[in-house]
């Protein structure tokens, strides 16, 4: 992993956080840096970003003030993905962290390739968003 990835990764992680850039707006930044996607541990507060050779980087996150639930409700996880998709009036990342936890959302992983994400609950329980057009 070079040195302007690592950068990347970090520079991506906080303008999540701070919402200095949108989704699309990370997706390609981390894309142009050669990543091919990356993953978010609530439970571990972690971020983790692949690049194709197999390389990773793990890097501190943001955990949730609220825990993740026990039960997976899809429909929740929807309408906070529903909210960052279409950044309605009062979003952030980090109300939308907490909105996934209470959703019962542990882990999510986005994929690039495959434009899509997958939101994972402690039971295994799925949700799967494609990247809007």
């Avoid at 070079?2 to 999540?16: I, K, M, V």
């Avoid at 996607?37 to 571990?44: L, P, S």
């Amino acid at each position: 992993m070079t040195d302007h990835q690592t950068e990347t990764a970090r520079a991506c992680l906080a303008a999540s956080w701070n919402d200095a850039k949108s989704f699309p707006q990370i997706v390609g930044a981390l894309s142009a840096a050669g990543f091919e996607g990356y993953a978010v541990d609530f439970r571990r507060a972690t971020a983790t970003y692949y690049l194709p050779d197999g390389d990773s980087l793990e890097l501190p996150a943001h955990r949730p003030a609220t825990p993740v639930a026990p039960a997976f409700d899809a429909r929740m996880l929807q309408a906070a993905i529903r909210e960052a998709q279409q950044q309605v009036p009062g979003y952030s990342y980090k109300g939308f962290c907490e909105k996934a936890a209470a959703a019962g959302c542990a882990f999510y992983v986005v994929s690039f390739s495959g434009r899509r994400a997958l939101y994972i609950g402690r039971t295994a329980e799925t949700h799967v968003e494609a990247f809007p057009d």
